[in-house]
């Protein structure tokens, strides 16, 4: 069969489907078989052409599939189901050991769904097999119920959107913490509303279309709130994540799966607000 990749050829333009050999593993690393990538809005940013990547290649760096090619004599072998983290780095400097790749202490910026090919693809070429997490229970995700999620799209009003929050908080009148994948002056200025006095506002992944957003300053300070960022989550922290989706401790938001082919119009639609929950490519 033969590899299907949606391809980058130009910023802001559709993606070519392109078709190519079925890869091989690389010394050190494997070939996984794409079954989700999940469409992100660091995918959006970068089709766009706000950053500085080579054309031509494939987006796509949240990956899950099997082992398709690995080189004998490793922890994984072929069939094995795995998430990928995306963010090579060296493999080799004390901050890469520790799976803190985005740190990469000779600056090796590789990543995989922007410099090297990622997940909007059948199959993906990992450099270096570390980069797999081992998961026999991906299932878990889909099979999770997503009941008490509460919708804050912008259909939500501001003062219902606090409301139904604060309500869910009980006696506590706030949360102690609340994580922002969105980073958009909309989620910042609700954020600081729901928050409990020197609650924490953490802050993941690239700002949102159409940042920059701003902190509302008064009620931030006067509420003793602090604020955190986290750009991309180590290797170890996937790892973490992995356990407690097998555990079933994670609710995930609600999940729409979306054929390789779509990739682009479902990015169309994520910038312009219109996709609800986390929006997944199934191959
Ligand atoms: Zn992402
Ligand atoms: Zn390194």
Not at 102 to 129: E, N, W
């Amino acid at each position: 069969m033969a590899r299907r990749s949606m391809r980058l050829v130009e910023f802001g333009k559709p993606f070519q489907l392109t078709k190519e050999e079925v890869p091989t593993a690389p010394k050190g690393g494997a070939v996984v078989k794409t079954e989700y990538a999940g469409v992100c809005h660091s995918d959006v940013h970068l089709m766009d052409g706000h950053y500085p990547i080579p054309l031509n290649t494939v987006l796509g760096h949240e990956i899950a599939g099997t082992v398709h090619d690995i080189e004998p004599g490793q922890d994984l072998k072929v069939g094995d189901r795995v998430a990928v983290h995306f963010r090579c780095g060296c493999g080799d400097c004390s901050r890469c050991e520790v799976g803190e790749r985005i740190a990469c202490l000779r600056g090796v910026k590789q990543d995989l769904g922007s410099t090297d090919d990622g997940g909007f693809s059948d199959y993906v070429i990992i450099p270096d097999v570390r980069l797999l997490v081992k998961e026999e229970k991906l299932t878990t995700a889909r099979e999770a119920g997503c009941d008490g999620t509460l919708m804050w799209g912008k259909d939500v009003d501001d003062d219902t959107a606090v409301t139904e929050a604060k309500k869910i908080c009980g006696s506590l009148g706030g949360f102690a913490a609340a994580i922002d994948f969105v980073n958009v002056a909309a989620t910042f200025e609700r954020i600081e509303k729901i928050l409990a006095e020197g609650g924490m506002h953490v802050l993941v992944g690239l700002m949102g279309v159409g940042a920059p957003a701003s902190v509302p300053l008064m009620p931030y300070v006067m509420s003793c709130h602090q604020m955190a960022s986290l750009r991309v989550g180590s290797l170890p922290q996937l790892k973490d994540l992995m356990a407690l989706v097998a555990q079933g401790k994670i609710k995930p938001p609600p999940i729409s799966h979306h054929p390789l082919e779509n990739v682009y119009d479902v990015l169309v639609d994520l910038k312009a607000g219109k996709v609800k929950g986390r929006a997944v490519v199934k191959l």
